[in-house]
């Protein structure tokens, strides 16, 4: 077996043991609650407009912040598109699915992106929450962990390129 099948033979077992958590209904519950309000980055959204709403002293950088969520999550989309990579078929998922594609996960890529512009906000209660939107994905058996990772690490990464933009070109490195 080379690297990619263990790769792959490893994000099979790991998505079937999290989908069986969501066997136990309050699980399945908190899951599918997570991946409705991550749909099209909406959670995240919402959450950099309040930012925007209640910090008046720096509107623009969560406005930005939002702004850089947003395009992270659009990029994403389209690296879906082109990789094809199929949903997980060999569990029953939690919930519908906007697509038919898995890899990058969208979900995974606005909250890491969420998680690194609105928590240099000092939005300390972001971090944790997109990490559980990411396992909700898991517990959903709509992505592998490969999926997740990559979703989380595009997100990540653009948003960190964005922090100067979304600071207002102020650099506080």
Known sequence: MD????????????????????????????????SWAGEHAALWLAAGLAGAAV????????????????GAHLVSMGVKRVVRRPRPAHVVPLVRTAGRHSFPSSHATS???????????????????????????????VHYPSDVAAGAALGALTARLGARWMRGGVDHD
């Open 3 to 34: 690297d990619l099948d263990d790769l792959h033979d490893m994000d099979h077992r790991i998505v079937s043991a999290l989908r069986e958590c969501g066997s136990d209904p309050r699980v399945a519950g908190a899951a599918r609650a997570l």
């Open 55 to 70: 910090d008046g002293g720096r509107r623009g950088a969560w406005l930005r912040g939002t702004a850089l969520t947003a």
């Open 111 to 141: 909250a890491a992106a969420a998680a690194v512009a609105f928590g240099a906000l000092g939005a300390h209660a972001v971090p944790p929450l997109a990490a559980a939107v990411c396992v909700a994905r898991l517990v959903a058996g």
